[in-house]
């Protein structure tokens, strides 16, 4: 029976480590030369085999790292500057530091950069927070009433959302215009609404809206519309705007008084704008 050449190498093999560590191993070329088993000849060549390849394995990625670490000392001594350069530079910086006054320079360390960043971040959010708290709308106060079991009752009850708004409208005081004027601010207004023509904001602008309210339902008066789109927002909404956005309880936060001044204000300001 002929011997395969891979069985010959494997048996070199085994022979040269046997040699290297001062062991005798008698292998044969086939299992029938030895009457040994197969199985057992075979592990010991690929035990063999794969020390072989580990060495060599080791060795070759010794050289690879060899090689690497010996290019990239060759790069930085061709690249870095050498002791004379160095001085060099020092000797022109010294001069340039004689030549011009000295100046305090702030310099931020690395220990110092993680609290430099927090701080910078807390300003950051601070900014955000009270950006976003001045565009939400803040309730507002009702005004003082006379005292008088009439007072109670008109404090204690919000302004009606529904019924007739011609006789409701027609109920309230009497306008204030420049108290409407400070309402439109400190009631929130200011926040969602614009005064300038074409500017939109949260909400539709207040430009020329006294007589833009006179269209919007057939049957309304501006007065009227004004008011139930103050009251109970969402009864009709505006083209191109989302309902829901507008805060729903000025019923219950402003009075008459306050009402009329908001109602008197836009008729005045913001009513034949060119």
Avoid at 27 to 48: E, M
Avoid at 228 to 255: C, F, H, K, R, T
Wanted: a negative charge.
């Amino acid at each position: 029976m002929s011997v395969s050449i891979g069985s010959r190498v494997c048996a070199f093999a085994a022979a040269a480590v046997a040699t290297l560590i001062g062991t005798e191993v008698a292998l044969a070329a086939s299992p029938a030369q030895t009457g040994g088993s197969a199985v057992f000849d075979n592990l010991i060549f690929v035990v063999i085999g794969g020390v072989l390849m580990a060495l060599l394995a080791s060795v070759a990625g010794g050289v690879v790292i060899a090689v690497l670490a010996n290019s990239v000392s060759r790069f930085f001594r061709r690249n870095l500057p050498t002791d004379e350069e160095m001085a060099e530079l020092r000797s022109e910086l010294l001069q340039t530091d004689r030549r011009w006054p000295r100046q305090i320079r702030l310099e931020i360390g690395p220990s110092a950069e993680p609290f430099v960043f927090s701080a910078i971040g807390f300003v950051a959010c601070l900014i955000i927070f009270s950006l976003a708290l001045s565009a939400v709308p803040q309730p507002v106060r009702g005004e003082a009433m006379p005292h008088g079991e009439g007072a109670k009752a008109t404090e204690t009850s919000a302004l009606p959302k529904e019924g007739d708004f011609g006789k409701i409208t027609d109920g309230l005081p009497k306008g204030n215009p420049e108290n409407g004027a400070r309402l439109f601010n400190t009631a929130g207004c200011v926040g969602c609404h614009s005064q300038k023509k074409g500017e939109r904001l949260v909400g539709p602008s207040f430009y020329n809206l006294w007589d833009t309210a006179s269209t919007r339902v057939p049957g309304m008066s501006a007065r009227e519309y004004l008011y139930q789109s103050i009251v109970d927002p969402n009864a009709y909404v505006v083209e191109g705007y989302q309902p829901g956005l507008m805060q729903q309880n000025y019923a219950a936060l402003l009075s008459p008084q306050q009402m009329a001044d908001i109602l008197a204000w836009i008729e005045e300001r913001h009513s034949n704008e060119p």
